[in-house]
């Protein structure tokens, strides 16, 4: 894959302690052309890519750790209805915290 094809953060936030869960860096990607086509796991895939720089294909599946399908119903349904009171998941995924949110964005904390 090459560089060109990943996504950019649209923040990076680098602390210098760890906090409780050990996180450091945070990345935030905007991955609502994901959702918004129903797709939130191949957007949370495309961010994972980017940080890792790793090919989308080459990642474990999201299915071992997150029941994809209720995520993606989950999140779509929040993106394209009330944005009062956003939903967001978090789960942990090889070394990473990925926090999904209704906002349209990925949460990728090392």
Do not use: H, W
Request: proline fraction near 5%; hydrophobic fraction near 35%.
């Amino acid at each position: 894959m090459s560089s060109e094809k990943y996504l950019k953060p649209i923040q990076v936030t680098e602390n210098d302690t760890a906090d409780a869960n050990g996180v450091r860096t945070s990345y935030l990607y905007d991955i609502s052309s994901y959702i918004t086509q129903g797709n939130t796991c191949m957007g949370i895939v495309a961010a994972l890519a980017s940080r890792s720089r790793q090919s989308e294909l080459d990642l474990p599946p999201l299915g071992r750790v997150i029941d994809a399908g209720a995520l993606d119903r989950l999140i779509e349904q929040q993106i394209v209805g009330d944005q009062q009171n956003p939903v967001s998941v978090t789960f942990p995924y090889e070394i990473y915290l990925i926090t999904v949110s209704g906002n349209g964005t990925a949460l990728i904390r090392t």
